[in-house]
């Protein structure tokens, strides 16, 4: 017997998956099970993926649906991880639990980086992994080192074609090919939860701000990220659009509505939130947007190269200059967006749909910023991002990288060698010190 595991945390990755099997990328099984991880901070109070609109469209391509969070009660599926003498007790627990038995078991999962994918990669160790890709981090090299006992099992990674001509990094290192997951099998799993949401507005052509909850994610502060809405807001208006629908995220809080609600009233501007927890492209399909605003969520680039609406984007210069570590897993998704798309305040860019960098430009960027974020992980890209920094640095390139960061890793347009060593000497130091606080008692009198 063969059995297919499918882990999905969010209704997008679920669709993902659905279209991935309608297009026959997964080979014929005795029994294909849907293993549901509700990753929000608070799991209890927030619906699982098995619970959200449009669901029940895409569960008859599996067997069964299993919980994660019901398996290693009480513990947090983003924290929790089997301790190595512990494996071989919860590979016969999850067998058991979910009638396994001695079938042959295969596993799609996503970010294979990270709990709670890594953790059921590693209880069942004999079996082969398939990565899927539901965003624009697969662009961006793998965010931490794998044990190799997970990574050389990685067979292949599928991804949607959200930026054409774009190849990914992730598990490159592990030498994981990538495969596409059909971009037609993808709409077309995405019409059939198109009438999903019986109470959505009917709005036509809207612009439609779309919320992704960075606070949570300590990117932004909560009073950032607010501002940031009402920038979109602001921006929308002053393209001329007089309605505006905004997708919050699902677990955003609601103070995030009112102060939108509020600047809307102030601007005189019709102004409808979704409350309903549906994909962004199910509005996309019901409502047509006459643009599409967000920060860097990967709805843009759907809007954009998958239903052709016009999109603009806000507020990434800010997170690439705050992103922390430089090798925040954010930083390439947030570098796409803002190299590939226009920005908001650029009236003529956004109203003539004007591209930013090509292809090619944009796939040289993203892999000088994959290396400097990971040279440990991808040191064969070195060569590369010398060359590039090396002749490619300017006035536009520059934000997407930081003095300091090429300085430590000895690239160009970093401090230059000669004068590397004064950071760490002692005596450089001592004086620096003692300069601050002569100026300091100066400045004081």
């Given at each position: 017997m063969t059995t297919q595991i499918f882990m999905a945390s969010t209704l997008y990755?679920?669709?993902?998956?659905?279209?991935?099997?309608?297009?026959?990328?997964?080979?014929?099984?005795?029994?294909r099970?849907?293993?549901?991880?509700?990753?929000?901070?608070?799991?209890?109070?927030?619906?699982?993926?098995?619970?959200?609109?449009?669901?029940e469209k895409l569960r008859a391509?599996?067997?069964?649906?299993?919980?994660?969070?019901?398996?290693i009660f009480p513990f947090h599926p983003g924290a929790w991880a089997p301790r190595p003498d512990d494996i071989p007790l919860f590979e016969r627990y999850l067998r058991l639990a979910w009638n396994l038995g001695d079938d042959e078991v295969r596993l799609a999962v996503e970010s294979i980086q990270v709990n709670p994918a890594l953790g059921v990669a590693q209880i069942l160790t004999d079996a082969p992994v398939t990565v899927y890709a539901d965003g624009l981090m697969?662009?961006?090299?793998?965010?931490?080192?794998?044990?190799?006992?997970?990574?050389?099992?990685?067979?292949?990674?599928?991804?949607?074609?959200?930026?054409?001509?774009?190849?990914?990094?992730?598990?490159?290192?592990?030498?994981?090919?990538?495969?596409?997951?059909?971009?037609?099998?993808?709409?077309e799993v995405l019409a059939e939860l198109v009438g999903t949401g019986a109470d959505l507005p009917r709005i036509e052509a809207p612009a439609l701000?779309?919320?992704?909850?960075?606070?949570?994610l300590n990117i932004l502060s909560a009073e950032q990220e607010e501002a940031l809405h009402v920038r979109m807001l602001k921006g929308a208006v002053d393209l001329g659009h007089t309605r505006v629908v905004f997708k919050p995220h699902p677990t955003a809080p609601a103070r995030f509505t009112r102060t939108l609600e509020e600047e809307a009233e102030r601007l005189g501007v019709d102004l409808t939130v979704v409350d309903t927890p549906v994909l962004a492209e199910v509005l996309y399909q019901r409502m047509r947007p006459a643009l599409v605003v967000g920060c860097f969520s990967t709805a843009l680039l759907t809007a954009s190269a998958l239903y052709g609406l016009p999109v603009a984007r806000v507020g990434t210069d800010t997170l690439l200059d705050r992103l922390t570590p430089f090798e925040n897993s954010n930083r390439v998704p947030v570098t796409i967006v803002d190299a590939a798309l226009p920005d908001l305040a650029d009236r003529a860019a956004v109203t003539e749909g004007r591209p930013g960098m090509s292809t090619g430009d944009l796939a040289d960027l993203v892999r000088a910023v994959g290396f400097t974020m990971q040279p440990k992980i991808l040191p064969e890209l070195r060569p590369e991002a010398e060359t590039y920094l090396s002749t490619r640095l300017d006035e536009t390139t520059?934000?997407?990288?930081?003095?300091?960061?090429?300085?430590?890793?000895?690239?160009?347009?970093?401090?230059?060698a000669q004068l590397g060593f004064l950071p760490r000497n002692a005596t450089v130091r001592r004086v620096a010190r003692k300069a601050r606080n002569l100026q300091r008692r100066v400045s004081g009198r």
């Open positions: 990755g679920t669709a993902t998956l659905a279209a991935a099997l309608d297009a026959g990328c997964f080979a014929a099984a005795d029994r099970i849907l293993l549901v991880s509700n990753n929000a901070t608070t799991p209890e109070t927030t619906p699982s993926v098995d619970q959200m609109p449009g669901f391509r599996f067997d069964e649906v299993v919980s994660w969070n019901e398996a697969s662009y961006g090299p793998t965010r931490n080192k794998i044990d190799p006992l997970v990574g050389t099992r990685v067979e292949r990674l599928l991804h949607l074609d959200l930026v054409p001509g774009l190849r990914p990094m992730l598990l490159t290192e592990f030498g994981v090919p990538p495969e596409v997951v059909p971009t037609g099998a993808f709409t701000l779309l919320g992704q909850y960075l606070s949570a520059w934000r997407y990288f930081k003095k300091k960061r090429l300085t430590s890793l000895g690239l160009p347009g970093g401090v230059p």
